[in-house]
Nanobody
Framework: VQLQASGGGLVQPGGSLRLSCAASGSTFSPYIMGWYRQAPGKQRGVVAT???????SYVDSVKGRFTIRRDSVKNSVYLHMNNLKTEDTAVYYC?????????WGPGTLVTVSS
């Protein structure tokens, strides 16, 4: 199974971006999908997760601004980011968990700067 993310880039404060992540593997069926991020000089931390039942959770700093969605048929997860702030600048990693192990995407850089 391999995860491939896209959608990062440079955006001004207050702008929006959508990150996408798709997993290969026809028998892969993750029950939790999510996004983590790592800012320069900081540890990687969770941003948002979504279960196979649609339950979502968010880190407090992005609540009301970010929305996570998944397409279980396509084994894909999306992160809609609105009202971006400079402190959202980080490498974003998609993450998926099935019954045996976790999987990580390679990371996509989001830079919020004027």
């Amino acid at each position: 199974v391999q995860l491939q993310a896209s959608g990062g880039g440079l955006v001004q404060p207050g702008g929006s971006l959508r990150l996408s992540c798709a997993a290969s593997g026809s028998t892969f069926s993750p029950y939790i999908m999510g996004w983590y991020r790592q800012a320069p000089g900081k540890q990687r931390g969770v941003v948002a997760t979504i279960s196979n039942m649609g339950s979502t959770s968010y880190v407090d700093s992005v609540k009301g601004r970010f929305t996570i969605r998944r397409d279980s048929v396509k084994n894909s997860v999306y992160l809609h980011m609105n009202n971006l702030k400079t402190e959202d600048t980080a490498v974003y990693y998609c993450w998926m968990l099935d019954t045996t192990r976790e999987y990580w995407g390679p990371g996509t850089l989001v830079t919020v700067s004027s």
